[in-house]
């Protein structure tokens, strides 16, 4: 199946806002430099956490 840019390509401006938005998020939790680090690396897989808690949320 061959998926062209123009049909198939929006969602990558969410999953950017949410990036940023969870970088700053985390980020600004953060009270060490490492602690800030580790805070982008989680705001890179934003979404896994979303699903944990959904998934908490229905059990």
């Known amino acids: 199946?061959?998926?062209?840019?123009s049909k198939c390509g929006g969602?990558?401006?969410?999953?950017?806002?949410?990036?940023?938005g969870a970088a700053i998020?985390?980020?600004?939790?953060?009270?060490?430099?490492w602690a800030g680090v580790l805070g982008f690396l989680k705001a890179i897989v934003w979404p896994v956490f979303l699903?944990?808690?959904l998934f908490e949320?229905?059990?």
């Open 57 to 59: 949320f229905l059990a």
């Open 11 to 20: 969602s990558g401006g969410f999953y950017f806002l949410g990036l940023i």
């Open 51 to 53: 699903i944990q808690m």
């Open 25 to 33: 998020f985390f980020i600004g939790k953060a009270t060490t430099f």
């Open 1 to 5: 199946m061959k998926c062209d840019v």
